[in-house]
């Protein structure tokens, strides 16, 4: 069964600064996927990752994938005020049924 | 842009109770799932839908749980007797799959509350 983990579990950044989110899985995933959640609101995807190397960019987030390594990271650059929330990554072992696993989530707060 | 809705968006309840949480997907969406989240805790996968079946359910979704697509538009998620650790915000999704990248677009969320 698919496991998926993050850390760090929270982060608190300075405006500015640069850091990435690490998220692990356990068995082959066929796609690897990045969500934004504010508090009490839904989740709003940012990536779809599909194969090995695949790496994805929006504004000052970056996304990759190794599935080598069964390795996804989320780099976020020069950190800004709006990019507070919690980010989660998700995997899928079913290709055709789509049930996403869910990481434990990152929560980051960026101070000014 | 099309968007999953969900109502109610709060629904309090008792204990024992039955409640109905209504979803409607994006219309040319074949896949539907319901995802349940503890609060501060992370996203759980209840079940899935395609067809007009359930194609996977989790060690969640007991007999207390039903899902049904009633009609061409809604999706709904039924808990016959409400227990307190029920409680959480209850997420619906949509995706196409089959028609190149993709993924799960999700619903504003219900949030249940069981006393």
């Known amino acids: 069964e698919l496991k998926v983990e993050q850390n760090p579990l929270f982060l608190s950044m300075q405006e500015g600064k640069n850091y990435t989110i690490y998220c692990n899985y356990s068995?082959?995933?066929?796609?690897l996927y990045w969500y934004r959640q504010d508090p009490g609101k839904s989740l709003e995807s940012l990536f779809v990752?599909?194969?090995?190397?695949a790496v994805k960019q929006e504004g000052r987030l970056m996304a990759s994938l190794d599935t080598k390594a069964r390795l996804s990271t989320l780099h976020i650059t020069a950190a800004v005020h709006d990019l507070s929330a919690t980010y989660f990554c998700?995997?899928?072992?079913?290709?055709?049924?789509?049930?996403?696993?869910f990481g434990t989530g990152t929560r980051l707060t960026i101070i000014p | 842009e099309p968007e999953v809705t969900q109502t109610p968006s709060h629904q309090v309840t008792q204990m024992g109770q039955e409640v109905i949480l209504r979803c409607v997907p994006i219309?040319?969406?074949?896949?539907f799932y319901w995802y349940r989240q503890i609060l501060g805790q992370k996203v759980e996968f209840l079940v899935s839908?395609?067809?007009?079946?359930?194609s996977e359910k989790s060690e969640i979704f007991d007999d207390q749980f039903s899902v049904e697509r009633p009609d061409g538009s809604n999706f709904t998620l039924k808990i016959r007797s409400t227990k307190l650790e029920d409680s959480a915000m209850y997420f619906c999704?949509?995706?196409?799959w089959g028609q190149g990248p993709d993924t799960q677009y999700f619903g504003p969320g219900t949030r249940l509350t069981v006393l």
């Open positions: 999704a949509s995706g196409r």
């Open positions: 219309s040319n969406h074949l896949y």
């Open positions: 839908f395609y067809n007009n079946e359930i």
């Open positions: 068995t082959t995933s066929d796609r």
């Open positions: 990752l599909l194969s090995n190397g």
């Open positions: 998700a995997g899928n072992s079913n290709f055709g049924n789509e049930k996403l696993t």
